[in-house]
């Protein structure tokens, strides 16, 4: 069967790949066209666009960008039309994604949403568009339930597919020091630093996040950077400070590191399984912020936060984030810290409340069952 398949983020792109991988695995005929990553079209997709080119973040920044958000949509459908899927299948990044549905289904495409958009954080509005246009929604939070039970949407967790990605990342870690080594890291204590992976997030926290260096000597402060931003970026905001910069190992910097420093996203969840403690951090242009904290609906940013439903890490957002803030709070997260026994507490009941790995399998596998039935009904 021939699937369409579009995410247009970096955290999209890894889990697209990994579902790629398992509907290639259940579905021996698979033909996946994409818009996406490096990691999805390694998986096995035909790329067709690259989430560099339609990320787009912050109010004003998408303002800025609207005839070329027109463009890519305008591409994208006449790709669709030109692929003819059997399905599309539609990660996260709702704002491209909830058009792109409304064109599926009033082309007669069976349409999947795999990673709901954050409508219980926001806009939740979108929710009618999800019931007229989309035939399956996969969430990938257990909190989640609740919220489209409440609008009459019937949808299953089957597990989050982070999981499944780390537990094979660590299986496949060895030991500290030669990890280290590979990564030319020094035998010392490590604080990651993950200030996100857009340029305009990056120039907003990271000079934050650098604040505190000074304050922690006996320890080294490990970046980790992303490949689709430039070394010359990190090297002009961190200036003259001992930092490292790593690109494309989050995971490996993450099993060496007795804390993180972390912008909101993804990347909290990734901490927190990989049982590193953590102060989150975000910082907005103005105007961003203050669209933000009028039409967000959740008491929290990190991923961490929102499934405990209740703070377990500290959370410094704009006007909170501070340098004596930020100081006080690693300290507290620190071997020895106040906060830290209670952090990797918390910890394993995320861990328990995401469940087993083995998510993306059982996602892929509902889907090609689904469609392999339609497929039967309609030769019939």
């Known amino acids: 069967m021939k699937y369409f398949i579009i995410a247009g983020e970096q955290s999209g792109d890894l889990h697209g790949s990994n579902l790629i991988k398992e509907l290639i695995q259940a579905d021996s005929g698979a033909e996946i066209s994409c818009w996406g990553g490096d990691l999805m079209k390694a998986a096995g997709a035909t790329l067709l666009k690259h989430y560099h080119e339609t990320a787009f973040m912050g109010f004003l920044i998408i303002l800025t960008k609207l005839r070329t958000i027109a463009g890519n949509l305008a591409l994208c459908k006449k790709q669709i039309l030109e692929f003819n899927p059997h399905v599309l299948i539609l990660i996260d990044y709702p704002g491209f994604n909830l058009r792109i549905a409304e064109f599926g289904k009033n082309n007669g495409y069976k349409v999947y949403y795999f990673i709901s958009p954050k409508l219980w954080a926001w806009n939740e509005g979108r929710i009618e568009k999800i019931k007229k246009y989309v035939d399956k929604m996969y969430i990938i939070f257990p909190f989640e339930v609740e919220f489209y039970k409440k609008h009459d949407i019937p949808v299953e967790y089957y597990g989050n597919p982070l999981v499944d990605e780390i537990s094979e990342k660590m299986s496949l870690l060895h030991e500290r020091s ?4 590979s990564l030319g890291i020094e035998e010392k204590p490590v604080i990651a630093l993950l200030p996100g992976s857009r340029r305009h997030e990056v120039k907003q926290i990271l000079p934050g996040m650098l604040a505190v260096v000074n304050h922690f000597p006996e320890y080294q402060f490990v970046l980790a950077g992303v490949y689709n931003l430039s070394d010359e970026l990190y090297l002009r905001i961190i200036g003259s400070k001992n930092i490292k910069i ?16 972390v912008a909101s996203g993804t990347a909290t969840l990734e901490a927190a399984l990989f049982n590193v403690p953590q102060v989150v951090c975000f910082k907005g242009d103005f105007f961003s912020m203050l669209i933000a904290w009028i039409v967000i609906k959740v008491k929290y940013i990190s991923l961490v936060n929102l499934i405990l439903n209740r703070e377990a890490v500290r959370e410094l957002v704009q006007y909170s984030f501070t340098e004596k803030n930020l100081r ?29 790995a083995g998510a ?17 009904m309609n030769e019939e």
């Open 360 to 376: 993306s399998e059982r996602i892929a596998r509902d889907m090609v069952g689904i469609l392999g039935k339609r497929t039967e």
């Open 246 to 261: 790593i690109k494309g190992k989050t995971y490996e910097i993450l099993s060496l590191s007795a804390a993180a420093i």
């Open 328 to 356: 006080s709070e690693l300290e507290a997260i620190l071997p020895g810290g106040l906060k830290r026994s209670n952090i990797l507490s918390d910890y394993k009941k995320i861990k328990e409340k995401l469940g087993p």
């Open 178 to 181: 030669e990890i280290a080594g």
